[in-house]
């Protein structure tokens, strides 16, 4: 009963699993879940699939020393077969905490959403050093990794 890496509260087999594994998302911001649980996952297949063709890189490359530790869901809207998905993730890479902003642009055809592209912003990820520390150790972040 392992928790989906994307944090929905649901177990992963319940939540982006399905995806994973050939299902399709439901809707633009379901796939947004399951592609952030797929860097996580380091599912690189499973995000080359996701990828719209007109925009899909020939490889992809993921860092095994990132470790994905949050996603927030800002704003999601659909109007057809389009879609917008602005979303917050956060990560840990090289020892320092960061965090990716991006609006991300979704098209469905034949039932089946697809990852286009974004407008994607890299910042440090500014951490209080009484806020609980983001390695999950359920500790202060100046006792822990700070």
């Known amino acids: 009963m392992t928790a989906c890496p ?34 996580a996952l380091q599912l690189s297949a499973y995000l080359l699939r996701s990828w719209h063709a007109s ?5 992809l490359d993921l860092d095994a020393d990132c470790e994905w530790l949050g996603l927030t869901i800002e704003q999601a809207a659909e109007q057809g077969e389009r879609a917008q998905v602005s979303f917050c ?4 890479a090289a020892g320092r905490f960061q965090q990716l902003r991006e609006r991300s642009n979704f098209v469905c055809e034949q039932g089946h959403w697809y990852y286009l592209d974004g407008d994607a912003h890299w910042s440090e990820w500014a951490i209080g050093r009484n ?3 983001p390695c999950g150790s359920g500790r202060k972040f100046k006792r822990c990794c700070g």
């Open 6 to 39: 994307c944090q929905s509260g649901q177990r992963y087999s319940h939540c982006c699993q399905p995806l994973h594994d050939g299902q399709p998302a439901a809707t633009a911001a379901a796939l947004m879940r399951s592609r952030y649980s797929a860097f």
């Open 131 to 133: 806020d609980p520390c």
């Open 55 to 59: 925009t899909r890189p020939a490889q």
């Open 89 to 92: 993730a956060r990560f840990r």
